[in-house]
């Protein structure tokens, strides 16, 4: 026996697909059945009916993970895709590994946001800054050289060229109890190896010599200025011009052989007709019976007046005259030799039966 439903005779199919389409219900959803990708595409699924038409950025998928539709595939928003998922918390994608550039990497945040974001941690620069355009931060300047710092080693120290140097004298930054500070060991550059300054007064300068002037200092540079040199040249080219230290200009007599007259080759000012022999000068009064010897030149001028004397030696004579007696003066006989030639010089006259002859010694020319 069929026993009756208890909610009366049952619909029939047509009734049941109807009442459906009435009260709106839902199509039963199948299970997706698309497999998941593995590798590097596995972030990409196949286009739902989400994606297709949508704008970059809508939101897609089951939720598991952020994912959005780009060029009409859904797939998970990573930052380094070039595209800005704000609704992922994104300030920017620039697509690429470079931190500093204004959107860094990984984080696709701003580089910087303002000013103090940028601040390098180096009191030896200033005026980092955001440049908020471009959200990349603006290295700063060096600061001015001197800027007290603090070394790595907590010691004290002091700006150069935006590093942090140590105190000291020669780093070219002046420091406290330094004069100047120029960086190098050049002493009259202003600035000595000491970090004091070169000169600041003339005395300074002073290199104690007259013959080199009066040195002046400098002071607007702490340089010395030369002084005007002594001229000691006395226009004479018979003598030698020096400039002594403390006694000034001196002008000596080139005399090498020491009898006060400098020799005939430097001019008309020369009188010495041999610097190399004191006899031979001007004024020699003595007669003298060999020359004097100047390289390959012998001379008897011993004056040096260019004209050769004899000694006054006379010239004399001996003979027998019609009385039968002898005639006689002293001196040579006929003519007086050639200078240091010698001949008899006749001091007497003797008769030998009807003759007289000269008697005497043999006596050398002398000649000045």
């Known amino acids: 026996m069929v026993q009756a439903s208890t909610w009366g005779p049952r619909a029939s199919p047509r009734l049941e697909v109807r009442w459906a389409e009435t009260h709106l219900m839902p199509p039963r959803r199948l299970p997706d059945t698309t497999p998941i990708e593995t590798g590097?595409?596995?972030?990409?699924?196949?286009?739902?009916?989400?994606?297709?038409?949508?704008?970059?950025?809508?939101?897609?998928g089951d939720g598991t993970v952020r994912r959005i539709c780009l060029a009409g595939s859904c797939v998970v928003s990573t930052c380094g895709d070039a595209f800005v998922d704000f609704?992922?918390?994104?300030?920017?994608?620039d697509g690429n590994e470079k931190a500093g550039d204004g959107c860094e990497p990984k984080s696709c945040r701003f580089s910087c946001a303002e000013d103090k974001g940028c601040d390098d941690e180096n009191a030896c620069t200033t005026g980092e800054a955001c440049d908020l355009s471009t959200h990349a931060?603006?290295?700063?300047?060096?600061?001015?050289?001197?800027?007290?710092?603090?070394?790595?080693?907590?010691?004290?120290?002091?700006?150069?060229?935006?590093?942090?140097?140590p105190v000291s004298c020669g780093n070219g930054v002046l420091e406290l109890g330094e004069e100047c500070d120029d960086g190098n060991t050049v002493d009259a550059d202003g600035c000595r190896r000491d970090c004091t300054f070169t000169c600041k007064a003339d005395a300074d300068c002073s290199d104690g010599s007259v013959c080199t002037g009066t040195e002046k200092c400098v002071l607007s540079t702490h340089t010395c200025?030369?002084?005007?040199?002594?001229?000691?040249?006395?226009?004479?080219?018979?003598?030698?011009?020096?400039?002594?230290?403390?006694?000034?200009?001196?002008?000596?007599?080139?005399?090498?052989?020491g009898d006060g007259f400098a020799p005939q080759s430097l001019g008309a000012c020369g009188l010495d007709c041999n610097d190399g022999d004191p006899n031979a000068k001007p004024g020699q009064k003595a007669f003298f019976g060999t020359p004097h010897v100047l390289g390959a030149t012998k001379s008897f001028d011993w004056n040096c007046d260019g004209v050769v004397e004899k000694e006054p030696i006379a010239v004399?004579?001996?003979?027998?005259?019609?009385?039968?007696f002898c005639v006689f003066k002293e001196g040579f006989s006929n003519t007086p030799p050639a200078c240091g030639e010698s001949k008899q010089y006749a001091t007497g006259c003797n008769l030998v039966?009807?003759?007289?002859?000269?008697?005497?010694?043999?006596?050398?020319m002398r000649c000045r």
């Open 137 to 165: 931060c603006k290295a700063g300047e060096p600061a001015k050289k001197g800027t007290p710092c603090t070394l790595p080693s907590g010691a004290a120290g002091s700006c150069n060229a935006g590093s942090c140097a």
């Open 225 to 257: 200025a030369p002084g005007t040199a002594l001229v000691c040249a006395d226009a004479s080219a018979c003598t030698a011009d020096t400039c002594d230290a403390k006694a000034g200009c001196k002008s000596v007599l080139v005399d090498a052989d």
């Open 87 to 93: 609704g992922g918390g994104e300030e920017c994608d």
């Open 40 to 60: 590097s595409d596995a972030a990409i699924e196949e286009a739902p009916p989400a994606c297709a038409g949508a704008k970059n950025g809508v939101s897609c």
């Open 353 to 364: 039966g009807e003759g007289c002859y000269p008697v005497g010694p043999l006596v050398q």
């Open 316 to 324: 004399g004579y001996c003979y027998y005259d019609d009385a039968g």
